[in-house]
């Protein structure tokens, strides 16, 4: 397999996403301008993506959806168990511990963690910790990616003690755009700024040129 | 004001959160080359942002905080009330229509709505509504904004039910990538799928290099 960048990696991913949904509709074989489609990438990015991790190009007959899945699935890694702890169990932080897609996913959300003594709760179904237990459970458990969902004046303290104890990919829903100077991958969601983003969005369509033709 | 472009515009909703950060610490000036390390880009492409909504360049005294709030918060339409509908008030929905960073950020969640009758609540603190009174509340209040947080199956019909009643940008948690072909706005945060991507690029990590050294 030859090295993938993180562009490709990303997409491989999307083209797991779209042929597991093909497959569920019973679909059995699929073509590169399908998947193209689907994800708003052309047909020839597609057939060189696969080539990339050694699926034969096959541009009559289309591609086998199983063989698909399973080549995708070896390259990206999905076989593997991946095990998350998520950090602060207020309302985003415990809704996303019941949330029902990672589990379809074969995420495995193992514990949660908070500052707040009336939150800790060991012996739920996912069981929540006192935050000052976490840098252990992290080393001992090997998990190496981690939800933070603290209010914004704790995220970055937070980050420094999961990173230490060997976090090396973070999902920040904290308002606060996070970094991590220790080489460590941060995907920052930050939902009241995704809103605003849509509204401000809309206003350039607004001077531009009417987005949307209302009734 | 010059005609701004969507990744402008995005820059600029990013340097007034980190302005009203740096306020709120009580900071008065600020320099672009701070503004530009604080979301990555040179202090050339501020000040260029800057003048293209009428900020005179100024790189030896730096800018006053307040006055770059004001004239940013005027181009971005910041003055004006975001009210947002959420639907689908399942685990996700429900903690999103208590989010306290939403009403920080001036963004009212008016309503939620769900299809399951034990749901609708219309008398609570924000009120829940049966999906069928949906397009007669956004036609009627002139909701342009909604979130999306049903289970995937149901998206799609949710979504162009909301198009066609006038809504023109999306935040949609729906676990499928929607799409919308009306010309309005879908920005999709798939949770799964960001965890996901975020073992994938780890895995590519440990591949080329060691990303970070774990004690």
Redesign the interface.
């Known amino acids: 397999m030859k090295?993938?960048?993180?562009s490709t990696?990303?997409r491989?991913?999307?083209y797991l996403?779209v042929l597991q949904?093909l497959k569920s509709l019973g679909f059995v074989k699929v073509f590169s301008n399908n998947l193209g489609d689907?994800?708003g990438v052309t047909p020839a990015v597609v057939r060189k993506d696969f080539s990339m991790i050694s699926i034969p190009g096959n541009k009559r007959g289309g591609y086998n959806i199983d063989t698909l899945i399973a080549h995708l699935g070896a390259a990206?890694?999905k076989d593997?168990v991946?095990e998350?702890i998520i950090v602060g169990c207020g309302?985003?932080g415990?809704?996303?511990m019941?949330?029902r897609?990672?589990a379809?996913?074969g995420?495995h959300v193992v514990a949660g963690f908070d500052s707040d003594p009336a939150r800790v709760a060991a012996s739920a179904n996912v069981p929540i910790y006192d935050i000052r237990e976490m840098p252990d459970f992290i080393r001992s458990r090997g998990i190496?990616?981690g939800?933070v969902a603290v209010p914004d004046a704790a995220a970055a303290q937070v980050l420094s003690r999961m990173?230490?104890?060997?976090i090396?990919?973070?999902?920040n829903f904290a308002?606060?755009?996070l970094k991590c100077s220790?080489?460590?991958?941060i995907?920052n969601?930050n939902?009241?700024?995704?809103?605003?983003?849509?509204?401000?969005?809309?206003?350039?369509?607004d001077?531009?040129s009417p987005?949307?033709e209302?009734?």
Do not use: D, M, W
């Open positions: 090295e993938l960048n993180k990696i990303l491989l991913a999307r996403r949904k689907a994800i990206l890694g593997q991946h998350v309302r985003i415990s809704a996303l019941e949330y897609e990672f379809k996913e995420i190496t990616v939800i990173t230490e104890a060997g090396q990919g973070v999902l308002p606060v755009e220790e080489g460590c991958l995907h969601v939902l009241g700024l995704e809103i605003e983003n849509l509204f401000y969005l809309l206003k350039l369509g001077r531009q987005v949307h209302l009734t």
